[in-house]
């Protein structure tokens, strides 16, 4: 893992800072393209400084997490296929190494948004445990559906060509860089077929209003989540054999 990370910057001047510099750059253009616009949509936090600086930095933080995680997903077994090929090597090792990889850049990000937190007096407080649940059942939606999908990969080459695209549609089709009560009525009905959208609302409820979030909420990604782990293990486990003879 740790080889990984110092491979991917090991000819990069300037080192792991770019593994912080694409959400930071995100969540400056977000923040001063529409922190004006939609500030008068987050009622409740209107004396809270920084309050939509806060939301979105809690919606674009994990989810650069879920998307960097599923797109290396993606190719982690056309990638690796010469250690696939080795009968010796646990092949289950390559998603978990891609997660923990992940972390990394994820942990770095984060740390800054808590210094952020601490420095403007918005800490969370207690809340702030409930994050342990939140990013272990993200993480475990990931692996299942990107186990899935890079395993799919390896025999339609267009499915991560296709994931990519996906992801930039489904970004914006959730409430990250907008607020839910900005969209009209018809369409926040919508929103509860998004899966994601509970699991960004859960972060932005712990951060911004320093509550625990409504964890009944996220039952239905609960089961999805199981879905996917099962149908992604499964998948693989099927089709072990047949993936090195495509490698």
């Given at each position: 893992m740790l080889r990984e990370f110092?491979?991917?910057?090991?000819?990069?001047?300037?080192?792991?800072?770019?593994?912080?510099?694409?959400?930071?750059?995100?969540?400056?253009?977000?923040?001063?393209?529409?922190?004006?616009?939609?500030?008068?949509?987050?009622?409740?936090?209107e004396h809270v400084p920084f309050a939509f600086s806060i939301y979105l930095c809690a919606g674009v933080i994990t989810w650069s997490l879920f998307a960097e995680m599923l797109g290396r997903l993606n190719n982690v077994f056309l990638e690796h296929g010469n250690l696939i090929k080795k009968s010796s090597f646990p092949r289950i090792c390559l998603p978990a190494i891609v997660a923990l990889s992940a972390l990394i850049n994820f942990a770095i990000v984060f740390g800054l948004y808590l210094i952020f937190l601490a420095i403007i007096g918005h800490w969370p407080g207690w809340a702030l445990l409930a994050l342990l649940p939140l990013l272990a059942l993200q993480l475990l939606f990931t692996l299942g559906l990107g186990i899935f999908l890079g395993t799919l990969n390896v025999f339609f080459r267009d499915v991560g060509q296709l994931t990519g695209v996906v992801l930039q549609f489904w970004f914006w089709l959730t409430p990250i860089v907008y607020t839910l009560p900005a969209l009209p009525?018809?369409?926040?009905?919508?929103?509860?077929?998004?899966?994601?959208?509970?699991?960004?609302?859960?972060?932005?409820?712990?951060?911004?209003?320093?509550?625990?979030?409504?964890?009944?909420?996220?039952l239905p990604f609960a089961l999805l989540t199981v879905g996917f782990l099962l149908l992604g293990a499964r998948f693989f486990l099927a089709r072990v054999g047949e993936l090195v003879d495509e490698l």
């Open positions: 110092n491979g991917k910057y090991r000819e990069s001047l300037l080192g792991a800072f770019w593994s912080v510099a694409n959400p930071l750059a995100m969540i400056l253009i977000y923040t001063v393209i529409f922190g004006q616009l939609m500030r008068p949509t987050l009622p409740g936090h009525e018809k369409i926040r009905g919508i929103m509860a077929y998004n899966p994601m959208h509970a699991l960004m609302a859960a972060y932005q409820t712990l951060f911004l209003a320093r509550e625990m979030p409504d964890f009944s909420s996220l």
